[in-house]
T-cell receptor
Framework: GESVGLHLPTLSVQEGDNSIINCAYSNSASDYFIWYKQESGKGPQFIIDIRSNMDKRQGQRVTVLLNKTVKHLSLQIAATQPGDSAVYFCGLESGGSNYKLTFGKGTLLTVNP | KAGVTQTPRYLIKTRGQQVTLSCSPISGHRSVSWYQQTPGQGLQFLFEYFSETQRNKGNFPGRFSGRQFSNSRSEMNVSTLELGDSALYLC?????????????FGSGTRLTVV
């Protein structure tokens, strides 16, 4: 079955720096790969997703890169701000009749002022 | 518009008891999924309901069950609680995730089993 893993459980960066959060996955017939952000006391919030037939997608200050050859997904946050401090999860969607969303364990991003 | 509402926010139960958690999805959303979140295991899929039918189930024991009502509200039940069931239980709703409409999560119910 699918599994999703994060490379680092924690990441600490200085305000204004760029952040890169990495994620690896195994065996996937997924249509979508998704990044969520979870702030303390809240549920996960959608950030950005990418179709499996794409290798890059950009949003506001965020970029997701997908490398299907090595089964690697990354989230880049430009000019990281204190409000970006949160746990970030990557996830992959398994479609069809057994639809579900499988998450990695998350990376805690801490932004130092 | 109102988001996904989960009640109660916090719950303390004793081992052996049972518990029922409630989730009200965003108006118009027909799919409701449940996840268990723990520090050690992260977010783990419990089950997904669409139009009152369970479409998929994760690898949890039969003590975990759920249902969805005609108004799309959903409940999950855990019987014979164990200490290891202590977790944040998250509900997420979607118009139809198989059509890639995406999920919106609630803030969760924090269950503590003592």
């Amino acid at each position: 079955g699918e599994s999703v893993g994060l490379h680092l459980p924690t990441l600490s960066v200085q305000e204004g720096d760029n952040s890169i959060i990495n994620c690896a996955y195994s065996n996937s017939a997924s249509d979508y790969f998704i990044w969520y952000k979870q702030e303390s006391g809240k549920g996960p919030q959608f950030i950005i997703d990418i179709r499996s037939n794409m290798d890059k997608r950009q949003g506001q200050r965020v970029t997701v890169l997908l490398n299907k050859t090595v089964k690697h997904l990354s989230l880049q946050i430009a000019a990281t701000q204190p409000g970006d401090s949160a746990v970030y999860f990557c996830g992959l969607e398994s479609g069809g009749s057994n639809y579900k969303l499988t998450f990695g364990k998350g990376t805690l991003l801490t932004v130092n002022p | 518009k109102a988001g996904v509402t989960q009640t109660p926010r916090y719950l303390i139960k004793t081992r052996g008891q049972q518990v029922t958690l409630s989730c009200s999805p965003i108006s118009g959303h027909r799919s409701v999924s449940w996840y268990q979140q723990t520090p050690g295991q992260g977010l783990q899929f419990l089950f997904e309901y669409f139009s009152e039918t369970q479409r998929n189930k994760g690898n949890f024991p039969g003590r975990f069950s759920g249902r969805q009502f005609s108004n799309s509200r959903s409940e999950m039940n855990v019987s014979t609680l164990e200490l290891g069931d202590s977790a944040l239980y998250l509900c997420a709703s979607s118009l139809n995730p198989t059509a890639n409409y995406g999920y919106t999560f609630g803030s969760g119910t924090r269950l503590t089993v003592v």
